[in-house]
């Protein structure tokens, strides 16, 4: 679903250049629920940014559902974003002038589906995460919790192959962070490939997998991952 | 899509009411100030006779010679002519039609004694001056050429005229007494208001067109005097009407309608040939000088739109320059303001290409409303003009359709023009980096 190979991320500037990624090797399967952790400058959120092609890589290879995406247009990302992507940030970046129903509407307008098809998605996603009673509310009148749903459901209206959530609980208090997990993990057992970016150890230790990154590189992709989560534990 | 966008327009414009009234403030303040001076503008300058304005020509003759430090016209020529000149050009009839004339006026005695003598203008020419300027009639029609021959007393009368005499009935046939003559009325006119009132630009520009037409020929047999703009030399002035027809006084406007560029040339020969033909009589003592000049050139000539209206048109111009760089400036920090819900979409599907669209559209809605805003501002800033200028030139101030649509679309268009840079800006938004940064 997800292959980066050999895969590196520079900045320059005039006299420095700072490696975010270097020699970045990854292959997360369809169905997958991965965790990337790694500490605070390590390149989680840039290999986050790459993989959801929000941002360009300097060198190596990555595929997207069997798609190399090396050498796509802004047009020809776009649509692969909108067609095989969904975002959960955590901020839960909601549009504050869209009620939920509009911010779910989002993506599916630049897909360019009917009006009927559009309605008929949105409802399904709020009624997958329990907002359907919602739709009408505007962002600042939700909860934290809610925003996040909304911000899920926004995510899964696309029917998106791949689940790139950044910090997906960050902005949460303990019950909502729990239901928020629950529902990816309710996702990810109905099929969802789902990669998860995060600090916490204990949300790290539910997925199904865990790829810790250090200093841009991937420090394991060990097969029996629950040791190597224990350890960054 | 557009609906889309349109949609997303109003609602980001509605979000912050301020800026938004600014914006659309700076556009329509800049709309209005530079469509106020446009449209006199485009009044002053337009065609007063579409699809035929290159086929009349003003006629000059240099009768005085040169006059050194004396001379109006950077050409040494004289806007009008004499009378042996109208009467050399007439009698030659080198043109497909041809007219001398001069402006006079009337006091008009009605038949209806309830009703007071009153003064109206007047012209004195030729029966090709009615199918030469295209002038429509409400009932009859132009003398014909045997009444200029025969000196008839005949009149054409303006509309209004008729209307005040006749309660706008057909009055052919009937007669008015004008300035104790008799005049059988051969003609009434249709609504005629050529602007500029072109073949006569002596006194006023913008002059409303004259309610009775009488023949040339008629009004020099019975005298009767000119009330437009005189010019003598001081050398060829003689006394009385007689001696001022003998003089080279010039006071009289001579049209020619030359209806290709063929006759023009053959024109512009015969003319020249007429000058020599005066030198050769020992009449003029100089190199032969004239001029034929069309509509157009002849409105230029003249300066009919006055130097300082076209500067007017600069500075509102530059104006709503400033007034839309301000726009800019505005709009540029509302869509940084926005970055990070560019950036959300960007992530969502939307290319580059979409964000621009999209911030495209709400230029062009603000342009639109800028626009509509400076339509109001427009007929205020007119309003204001009509209660400074003379009627004449206060009609002008008239906004017609075409200049709502104008209005509209060069707000639109300066509007968008202006948007071009902020939505720019916000096409290249970086949606990693604004992401990253929440």
């Known amino acids: 679903m997800l292959k980066m190979t050999h895969l590196a991320k520079a900045y320059r500037t005039e006299v420095v250049e700072t490696f975010a990624l270097r020699d970045f090797s990854i292959d997360v399967k369809s169905g997958e629920f991965v965790a990337v952790t790694g500490p605070s400058g390590s390149g989680k959120t840039t290999f986050l940014t790459i993989a959801g092609l929000l941002e360009e890589f300097s060198s190596g290879e990555y595929q997207l559902d069997g798609v190399n995406v090396r050498g796509l247009n802004d047009k020809q990302r776009s649509k692969l974003r909108n067609e095989k992507i969904g975002f959960i940030f955590q901020a839960f970046n909601l549009i504050p002038d869209l009620n939920v129903q509009d911010n779910i509407d989002v993506p599916l307008r630049y897909r360019r589906l009917g009006a009927a098809e559009r309605r008929r998605r949105v409802q399904e996603a709020l009624g997958r995460v329990g907002l359907s009673a919602r739709g009408r509310h505007y962002p600042a009148e939700l909860s934290g919790g809610q925003q996040q749903r909304v911000a899920i459901a926004r995510a899964l209206a696309g029917s998106p192959r791949l689940l790139l959530a950044d910090e997906p609980t960050g902005n949460l208090d303990t019950q909502m962070a729990r239901g928020v997990m629950e529902l990816l993990e309710e996702l990810h057992g109905e099929g969802a490939t789902i990669v998860m970016v995060t600090h916490d150890p204990e949300l790290a230790i539910r997925a199904q997998r865990e790829v810790h990154i250090v200093d841009g590189q991937v420090v394991d992709l060990a097969a029996a991952p629950r040791r190597v989560a224990a350890a960054a534990g | ?438």
């Open chain 2, 1 to 438: 899509m557009f609906s889309y966008y349109f949609t997303l327009a109003i609602r980001s414009l509605t979000r912050n009411i301020v800026l938004t009234v600014l914006m659309i403030s700076a556009v329509g303040v800049g709309i209005g100030a530079s469509m106020t001076t446009l449209t006199v503008f485009r009044a002053m300058a337009k065609d007063p006779i579409p699809g035929k304005s290159h086929q009349l020509f003003a006629v000059q003759i240099d009768n005085w010679g040169p006059q050194p430090g004396r001379a109006n016209y950077k050409d040494n020529l004289q806007p009008q002519i004499s009378y042996p000149d109208t009467q050399g050009f007439m009698n030659a009839r080198a043109a497909y039609r041809q007219a001398a004339m001069y402006s006079t006026g009337f006091a008009v005695t009605p038949a209806n004694a309830d009703l007071h003598p009153f003064i109206v203008t007047g012209r004195a020419t030729y029966s090709d001056f009615f199918p030469m300027f295209n002038v429509p009639f409400r009932f009859g029609g132009p003398w014909s050429p045997a009444d200029d021959r025969d000196k008839s007393e005949v009149v054409v009368i303006g509309a209004s005229l008729n209307d005040k005499l006749f309660g706008g009935a057909n009055s052919v046939g009937k007669t008015v007494n004008l300035s104790d003559h008799n005049y059988r009325i051969v003609g009434v006119l249709d609504k005629w208001q050529p602007e500029p009132r072109f073949y006569d630009l002596n006194t006023n520009h913008f002059a409303e067109s004259e309610m009775a037409f009488i023949p040339f020929t008629r009004a020099i047999e019975s005298h009767v005097g000119n009330w437009g703009n005189n010019s003598c030399n001081s050398d060829t002035q003689e006394d009385g009407f007689e001696g001022h027809l003998r003089s080279e006084c010039v006071w009289l406007q001579f049209w020619a309608e030359l209806p290709t560029a063929a006759d023009v040339q053959k024109y512009r020969v015969w003319l020249d040939n007429y000058a020599s033909e005066q030198k050769r009589l020992g009449r003029f003592h100089w190199p032969n000088h004239t001029s034929v000049r069309d509509v157009r050139e002849w409105l230029a000539y003249q300066h009919v739109v006055d130097d300082n209206v076209k500067i007017l048109v600069l500075v509102s111009f530059s104006f709503l320059l400033v007034c839309l760089l301000n726009a800019m400036g505005l709009m540029l920090a509302k869509i940084m303001g926005r970055a990070a819900d560019i950036g959300v979409r960007r992530a969502l599907g939307a290319d580059r290409g979409a964000i621009f669209t999209q911030c495209l559209i709400e230029a062009g809605v603000v342009g639109v409303a800028g626009g509509l805003l400076g339509l109001g501002l427009t007929s205020l800033g007119l309003l204001g003009l009509r209660s400074l200028l003379s009627e004449s030139v206060g009609r002008l101030t008239d906004f017609s359709v075409g200049d709502v649509i104008i209005a509209v679309l060069l707000a639109v268009m300066a509007t968008t023009v202006a948007g071009l840079y902020p939505t720019w800006r916000a096409a290249q938004v970086q949606p990693a980096w604004q992401l990253k940064a929440q």
